[in-house]
C-alpha cells in the first residue's frame, strides 16, 4: 500500500523537516552519534522509518492527539531527536524537563501537564522521576533510554509498524495544524518559580525559516551539538541544522568534548559563552606557566586579538601583526576545535566583546544572537557579513521579528518589546502572567532593558527586575557591571550587590585553575579553595583586580567590598539557571551573613 503525504516542497510543520531534507537534499549521515569506537550515521530515509516506528509505538500505547509526553535528556542523541519528532507527528505535546530540574518542581509539572509518560536518559534520572510520582501517586508510566537497564522504552527497538498503523498515522499527521501546540518548556529564569511556555509548530517554524536565511551553512558541511537538548537553543538549532540538510554529530558528554571536536573536524556549532570562556582561561593559564619569551608572545598574540573588528578593518599594520599572531598562538584555539570551524553562533548569555573578538581574531567568526524560550527563542543576531556584526551588541532582528523599545529614557533605554509569528501563545494555565507579559497592542515584554546602538544594533543593558537603587538614590544595573569583573581572569563569577545599601559589593567565585597557577608561580602554598579564600595574599591579589577594572567606572558603580565564595555556584543547589545565571535571591540568602558583615564593617578604598 502507497502511503500519501502533504507535499513537502516547503515546511509548516516542525516535523515536516524530515520530508523536507529528503526531498530537497538527502543526506545519508543525518543524524550521527560515537558508538563502539567510531562515529555511526544514519541515514533522513532511516531516521523517518525509526520516527514512524516509535509515533506507531505511542498510538498502540493509547496516546491521542493532544497529550503530553516529558523528555528527561542529558546531551542530544539522534534517539531524542527521532523521539521528538515521532511525538510532534502524532500530535503529542512534549515537555523537555533538565536533568536537574528539582524535585518539588517535577511534582509540578507532572501535575500542571498531567503528562501520561516520561522517558528518562538513564536509569538513575528515571528512578528519580519515579520517587516523585510514587509520593504523588501518579499514574504516569516512567521510562528510561538505557538498554542494558530494566525500564527501558522499548519503542527504541524501532519495531516495523504494519501497513494499517503506518494508514492510521497517516491520517493523525496530516490532521496536524501548524497552530497546533507542539511543545510546553518550563522556566524559571532567576525568580525561581516554573511556568510553562506554549509554543505551535508555526512559533518555531518561523524561526527556522528565518535561520535558513541567515547562516552560511551547506549540505556539505558539519555540524557539532553540544549543548543540553532540554534548552530550546540547541533544541532549535537541530531542527535547524536538519533543514539545512547538513550532517549533525551529537557530542557525547562534556569529557568527551575535545575527542569529538577533533575527530567530527565541524564547519559550525551553536555554544554558550562558557565554552569559549574556558578556552580563553586556558591562554591565560599560560600566561602563568610558560617562560618569560612565550608569556610575552602569547600576551601580544592576545593584546593584537582583543583589537579585532575595531577601526583597523583588517587594513596594513594591524594585518600584518595578525597574521603572525595567528600564527604563532591564535590558530592552536582553532586547532582545538577541529581546525576546519569557520563560524559559531553564541547565545543563552552575554559574552564579553573581548572574547569574541579574539575567537574572530583567530579564524572563527563568532557571532551573539538574543533569544528567550518564550520567543522561540531567537529574536536578533548578529550576521557574518561585513557591516553587519557589532561586537558588544546582540544584532540585528531576525526576519519577520520587530522589536522596539518601550518609554526611551534620556539614554534611549528602555524595556525592549518584541512583536512575531515565533512569540509563545502565554503561560500555561497562567492567564495572570499571560496578561502580564503582553501590551495592550500586543507586544511582548522580555523584562530585558537595552537600546539600540549604531542605529540599527540592539545592545541589552540589563534585567528589568534586577535594577536597583542604592540607599543614596543611585539606580545600578547589576548585569553589565557582573560582565565588566569578570574580564579578570582570576573572577569566574560575580554577583553585584546593593539594593538599598550605602555602596556595592560583590560576590565573587574565583577561577580555581587560573588562581592555582598564580598560587604556585607566587609560592603560595595550595590547600583546598574553602581554604584559599581566606588567605591574605589571595584576597590582595583579588583586590588588585577589583580595583584595577574599578578605575573605568564611575564611583557609584565601582565594588568597595566582596566576599571569596568557598565553592562554585551550582544549579543543583538553586545558584544557577540552567543556563548558568546566578538567581540572585538564592544566592542572597545562602550568603547573608557574609553581605552582611560587608556593610557592617568599613570598606576598603
Known sequence: MEISRKHASDFTRLFDILSYQREKYPNQHALNAFEAGSWKGLSIYEIQEKVDSVSCWLIRSGLVHGQTVIMVPVMGTP??????????????????????????DIELIITETEAKICIAA??????????????????????????????????????????SELEKLEGIRNSISEDDLVTILYTSGSSGVPKGVLLTHRNIVSNIKAI????????????????????ILERVACYG??????????????????????????FFCTSVPRVLEKMYDFLQQQLLNKNRFKRALIAWALAVGKQYGSKNRLNGWYAFKLYFARVLVLSHWRKKLGGRIRYMIVGAASLQPEIGRLFSAAGISVVE??????????????????????FGTVGLPIPGVEVKID???????????????????????????????FTKDGWFRTGDIGKFVHQHFLKITDRKKEIFKTSAGKYIAPHPLQLHFTKSPFIQRCLIIGFQRPFVTAL??????ILEAW????????????????????????????????????????????????????????????????????????YEKDINKMYAAPSYR
Open 79 to 104: 534517539e531524542w531527536v527521532i523521539l521528538d519528532f515521532a511525538c510532534q507527528q502524532c500530535g503529542l505535546v512534549t515537555i523537555p524537563m533538565h536533568p536537574t530540574t528539582a524535585p518539588q
Open 122 to 163: 538513564n536509569a538513575s534520572l528515571s528512578e528519580t522521576v519515579r520517587k516523585v510520582t510514587q509520593k504523588m501517586n501518579s499514574p504516569m508510566s516512567v521510562y528510561h533510554s538505557d538498554l542494558a537497564e530494566p525500564g527501558y522504552f522499548q519503542a527504541l527497538e524501532f519495531t516495523k509498524p504494519n501497513e
Open 212 to 231: 535558513l536565511t541567515l547562516l552560511p551553512i551547506e549540505p556539505r558541511h558539519k555540524v557539532l551539538s553540544f549543548l543540553p537538548f532540554s534548552h
Open 241 to 266: 541544522y536538519m533543514a539545512f540538510g547538513v550532517s549533525l554529530y551529537f557530542s557525547q558528554s562534556k569529557e568527551s568534548f575535545e575527542h569529538d571536536f577533533r575527530t567530527v573536524r565541524p
Open 369 to 390: 544572537g538574543y533569544g528567550m524560550t518564550e520567543t522561540a527563542p531567537l529574536i536578533t543576531i548578529n550576521r557574518y557579513e561585513p557591516g553587519l556584526a557589532r
Open 407 to 437: 518609554e526611551p529614557n534620556q539614554e534611549q533605554e528602555g524595556e525592549i518589546l518584541v512583536k512575531g509569528a515565533n512569540v509563545m501563545q502565554g503561560y500555561f494555565k497562567r492567564p495572570d502572567l499571560t496578561a502580564e507579559a
Open 508 to 513: 565573587i567565585v574565583v577561577n580555581v585553575e
Open 519 to 590: 598560587c604556585a608561580q607566587e609560592h603560595v602554598h595550595w590547600t583546598a579553595l574553602p581554604f584559599m579564600v581566606h588567605n591574605i595574599k589571595v584576597r590582595d591579589k583579588l583586590q588588585q583586580e577589583i580595583r584595577t577594572l574599578n578605575e573605568s567606572l564611575p564611583s557609584v558603580e565601582q565594588i568597595r567590598d566582596f566576599v571569596l565564595c568557598p565553592q562554585d555556584w551550582t544549579v543543583d543547589r538553586g545558584e544557577l539557571t540552567n543556563t548558568l545565571k546566578p538567581v540572585r535571591q538564592v544566592l542572597m540568602n545562602h
